[in-house]
């Protein structure tokens, strides 16, 4: 799994937030519940061990990413499109837009970060400065960009 080491180390961030805050609090609301008497009418016990189940999969999730995790390094200075690279590009003359390409855990394309496995990031994958790709987005009709400058 591609992450940056800042995207690593915000998962270890969450991932102690979680065990060690959030998976105790979590505990002891599911006890506190349990003393309130009958379970199958308790509300707070189900919304409780909802959040748990919920907590579990997530701490999971975020265990497998640190256990996974390759490191993308700072990009190297060629010219080229690699994982950690910042393009910026425009379609057909359009307005320019600037993305960071990262692995799949950190994209968020709100936050200019797309992930390599995107129809965009693929098609940037590779090439240099002034090249024009074609995006094959699946769903709709292919387009072009071109890439304007790689930081």
């Known amino acids: 799994m591609d992450i940056t080491p800042e995207g690593l180390a915000a998962v270890r961030a969450e991932l102690a937030e979680l065990t060690g805050v959030r998976r105790p609090s979590i505990v002891e609301k599911i006890k506190v519940a349990r003393e309130l008497g009958d379970l199958s009418e308790n509300f707070e016990y189900h919304s409780a061990k909802n959040e748990q189940g919920f907590i579990e999969s997530r701490i999971a999730e975020l265990e497998q990413i640190v256990r996974n995790a390759h490191l993308i390094s700072a990009p190297a ?13 425009s379609e057909d003359g359009g307005p320019e837009e600037a993305y960071t390409i990262v692995g799949p855990t950190e994209a968020s394309p709100a936050d200019g970060r797309i992930s390599n496995e995107s129809a965009v990031g693929k098609a940037l994958l590779g090439h240099r400065k002034g090249d024009k790709v074609s995006v094959d987005p699946g769903a709709g009709e292919p387009y072009e960009l071109t890439i304007l400058a790689i930081d």
Do not use: Q
Not at 78 to 86: A, Q
């Open 77 to 89: 200075a060629d010219g080229i499109v690699h994982l950690g690279s910042t393009v910026r590009f």
